[in-house]
């Protein structure tokens, strides 16, 4: 196996996971997006140049762990096994944009980030190691499937596991979002912590075809969007760890805008743009759109 000679640039979005009613199973891609560079240190005639060179730029710059230990690194290894050698050196600088445990996705971004930076960086990685391949990589190191496959492949995502089998369906979409990030940050274990083992019959049957229903919202029939996106499984069971932000998603529900809590939160999400008013003090307001290709290697 021969490494690309330069760096190599990969552009992945954030997502937004669950949609309100879709809960592990919808993902929607959005304008929003990390870059990482990386760029094989070993020369020609096999010298080690360095071993791992790391730099960080935007969120995350004063908190993430400059090693081997970062996911974006973890994800590299993981992908550079299946194609069958890691390279012994490596100069990475992120640029990072996506909010860290806000719901957006920021995990799924850095471990696909390191898959496609991975085979980007073999000469022959792309097909060696396809699109395919790439999302199964990524759903079986993140440990569930909804947010990389909308980091994957773009898009409104519908991804689901058939025994290990990681699947997906992607559509088009093109709406609007208003997404708002609090200060603080929720981990996705603890959301995930407070759902129930069991949930009445009458709230899976309303979430089935709430999400049924979304599906259909979110690529013909946007004036569907504020019933579409009413959900009984797993929103109001974190209420508890992000009051604030199921207080605004509340508010803007009750004023017939069609808003969920993020991921696990607790960024709320609302489809629209003019929304920024609506904002608490000290939290953060992105206009964002679709992102219809997913994760891929920027031109150099």
């Known amino acids: 196996m021969s490494f690309v000679a330069g760096p190599v640039s990969v552009r992945t979005p954030a997502s937004s996971a669950n949609l309100g009613p879709g809960f592990d199973a919808l993902g929607l891609a959005l304008t929003l997006y990390d870059d990482v560079t990386g760029e094989v240190t070993e020369s020609t005639d096999g010298e080690v140049e360095g071993d791992l060179h790391f730099t960080v730029e935007g969120e995350g710059a004063d908190s993430v762990p400059r090693d081997e230990t970062h996911l974006v690194v973890r994800a590299m290894h993981a992908a550079f096994d299946v194609l069958g050698e890691r390279p012994r050196g490596l100069r990475l600088h992120f640029r990072n944009a996506i909010p860290h445990g806000r719901g957006l996705g920021s995990s799924a971004?850095?471990?696909?980030?390191?898959?496609?930076?991975?085979?980007?960086?073999?000469?022959?990685?792309?097909?060696?190691?396809?699109?395919?391949?790439?999302?199964?990589?990524?759903?079986?190191?993140?440990?569930h499937p909804d947010n990389v496959a909308a980091a994957v492949f773009g898009g409104l995502t519908i991804a689901w596991l058939d025994g290990a089998a990681a699947c997906v369906e992607r559509l088009d979409s093109a709406t609007d979002v208003t997404v708002f990030v609090p200060p603080g940050a929720v981990s996705t274990e603890k959301a995930r912590g407070l759902l129930p083992e069991q949930v009445p019959h009458r709230d899976a049957a309303h979430n089935a075809g709430r999400a049924a229903l979304l599906v259909v919202a979110l690529t013909s029939a946007p004036d569907r969007l504020l019933a579409a996106t009413d959900d009984r499984l797993h929103q109001s069971y974190r209420s508890g760890a992000m009051p604030d932000s199921y207080a605004l998603m509340q508010e803007l529900r009750v004023d017939g805008i069609a808003a969920i809590i993020s991921g696990a939160g607790p960024a709320v999400l609302a489809f629209?743009?003019?929304?920024?008013?609506?904002?608490?003090?000290?939290?953060?307001?992105?206009?964002?759109?679709?992102?219809?290709?997913?994760?891929?290697i920027l031109a150099t």
């Open 272 to 296: 629209g743009h003019g929304l920024a008013g609506r904002a608490p003090e000290g939290w953060n307001v992105l206009e964002l759109g679709v992102d219809s290709e997913g994760a891929r």
């Open 109 to 143: 971004a850095a471990i696909v980030s390191g898959i496609m930076l991975a085979r980007g960086l073999v000469d022959d990685g792309a097909a060696r190691l396809g699109d395919s391949a790439a999302y199964q990589l990524a759903a079986d190191l993140e440990g």
